[in-house]
């Protein structure tokens, strides 16, 4: 027992030694650096550490002029202390009551906690949010600031990479996030234990910009700019510099780092610090198994598959809070699906490769040409483009070619119309008549009608409608044709036998489709002859084409036309399109077409031939609106204080005066 003791107290000795010289190698070293202090005295650091400590990650702006050994000897002593928080004074006297609480709730005393693999530094950065002493969260947020710019200062991250740094990433220093960098950049190559480790930092990362060195130190004056007062935190000036991503005021070194962390967080939900924190319930309901495809082939990410599952199972979702962050992730998508919709990258990098080798890094001229070329996808590119193009219809917010083409007039035309299922849609559809349309709105309209009457998929309420009569009667029809209007042709065939619903939807769509007509469009392909016999009028100038689509005037024309000038087939599209609203069961006679034809010609449409609108209405928004109302306003005002005045004022009493001359005067 003496012995035992005896040897205990000569490590204690030794321990203590070494401490000591540690801390009087460390205060010689950096003694000239606090002596070369560029401020005044009054304002310099009063201690080697000190000094050494600023310019830091977390810490304040250097007043130091900091020797290079004096830099080395500090952030060597720094990684030791990241191994165990009790070599943390701050953290030792701050966090105790966290740590026994949160951490270690069963230890009668934490400083006996075997902590020489950073385990209580790990505890309290994963339930950072559930700290009490405000103090101890600072410091553990200061303390994932300097981990997140230097490998060194993450002690399980740096012995879980130790091999892949020294091999991999062997050329690059320390400091700036570099390794970070290099080490995501390289994922693929990287070992199972550091990817696993890299993988749980970066989730940790995702909450604060502060975490994100790159994109805080190339975002530096876009964060004064456009987030000055956000609050850090729960991700939101990432948030924040994300939604003016296309503004022109953003530089773009900014915007290519906040691309490429979009990119990043892309590929699993658990990077998505928002979505994450208010769609776990609803992950762990609805797509608990969603990543088990992408585990089985050895990804520590889930590729994108748990995203996807909550934009397909989006109407299953009660939580209002995840509505909203899979709406904002879905918007900010959109504008890049083929670098942020890792599903479709991934399905559709071969198709890309091979059939559109010329467009380059423009992924919306990407997605156009594959869309172009569908006939000629692989499957599986197929498939994901398909749903990605039922995501984007499904709400008018995702699909930034109407957005950027038609915000004007959907302020003044659907200003209170719903973006979701079809109604904003609907409702441009239903002002391309009117003067206050331009002609970006409409071709942007058009060619997005274009492709739903192709596939009828991709109109909302038509999908929803029918989906019972489709499966009646067109189940499989357009397997492999997807995209030819298949469908809708089948269900004008069967249109007596549909339920009165989807009848009123599969007419709106044909109306619209007549409306809006393409020469050579597969759906309406049965009335281009008419078109050329009947509405073409020898001699006369061809009807304006917008994006292929000539508006109202080949429409009308049909609507109008005698029976016997139309093939049966195209009676047969008008019949449909006369019946939209009527929900008709059965055959029409002759007298009730007639009357359903002379209704349907009351549209917005009275397009001119040259395809600009015959309507008088005139449109006027922002401040000529504010203008004229307030002309409109002073007018009536005036005229009422007139009216008033003179009829209705109280009669005042007055006194003649006459005045004569005197006496003998002339």
Known sequence: GSTAASSRGSARRSCSGRRWRMRTTSASTCASSRRASTTSAASAPTSSTGCAREGLPGGPPP????????KTEFEKMMARRATDFRLDSTLRKYCKADIAEICYPDAEDISDVANFDAKVIECLQDYRDELKDPKCKASVHRLTQRAAEDIRFDRPLADACHEDR???????PDGMAQVFLCLQDNMGKLKESCRTALFEQLVRMAEDIDFKFPMKRACSSELQKFCKDIPHGHAARVKCLQENIDSSDMGEECRKEVKRDMARSAGDYRLNYRLHRACLPEIQKHC????????????VTCAGTVVKCLQEQQDQIESESCKQEITAFSILEAKDPLSLDVPLQAACKGDLGALCPDVGRDHGRSLTCLRSKRDKLSAACKKEEMRFSVMEASDIRITPSLMNGCGQELQSFCRDVPPTEGHAFKCLQEHLGDVGMGAACKGEVNLQEARQAGNYRLDVRMR???EGDVKQHCDGADEGKEGHAVVLKCMVDN??????????EVAYVVRMALFQYHHGAELTAPCDAAVDEVCTSTGSAKPKEINGAVIGVYGQCLLSA????LSEDCRG???VAAKEGAH???????AKLDEALAKLKELPAGAAADGSARKSTLVISGWLAFAALLAVVVVAVAAGFGIYHKYFSPTRNYTLVVKSAPPGTV
């Open 584 to 590: 008709l069961a059965g055959g029409l006679d002759q």
């Open 288 to 299: 608990s198994h969603a990543c088990d495809a992408a585990s089985v082939n050895g990804s």
């Open 166 to 172: 020294t091999t991999i990433c062997r050329d690059v």
């Open 495 to 504: 249109f007596k036998s549909l339920a009165p619903t989807c009848q009123s």
């Open 573 to 575: 599209l008008v019949k």
């Open 63 to 70: 007043r130091c002029r900091v020797l290079p050994s004096c």
């Open 562 to 565: 005698k029976p016997d000038k």
């Open 464 to 466: 929803k409608e029918c």
